[in-house]
C-alpha cells in the first residue's frame, strides 16, 4: 500500500475483524534501526499528557497518518522509545 512517498504494508492476524490493522511494516529509507513499539490509545492528546507527567519525553511530535490516524513517539524515563497510536476509525 503505497503511503506518500514510501511503500508501507499493513499487517494482521489471520482471526482479526475486516480492516482490524494490528501492525505496519515499510522499507527502511532514513537509516532507521531496530523496531518501535505502537500502543493503540483512545485519545493520543490525553495519552501524550499523563506520558510526560511521568517523565516520559516526545521525541517525535503528534503527526497525521492520512485516512489512518495520529502517532506520535516518546521515550520513557528509563529510555525505552515506543509509539502511541489513534485510530482515525
Known amino acids: 500500500m503505497p503511503a506518500g512517498t514510501m511503500d508501507y504494508w499493513m499487517i494482521s492476524h489471520k482471526d482479526a475483524a475486516k ?10 529509507t532514513m537509516g532507521e534501526t531496530g523496531f518501535i513499539n505502537y500502543f493503540s490509545v483512545a485519545n493520543i492528546d490525553k495519552s501524550l499528557a499523563k506520558a510526560t507527567s511521568l517523565g516520559a519525553k516526545v521525541v517525535h511530535a503528534k503527526e497525521e497518518i492520512p485516512r489512518m490516524g495520529l502517532f506520535a513517539i516518546i521515550q520513557d524515563p528509563d529510555n525505552n522509545t515506543f509509539a502511541l497510536f489513534q485510530s482515525a476509525r
Open 19 to 28: 480492516n482490524e490493522t494490528m501492525g505496519g511494516i515499510y522499507k527502511r
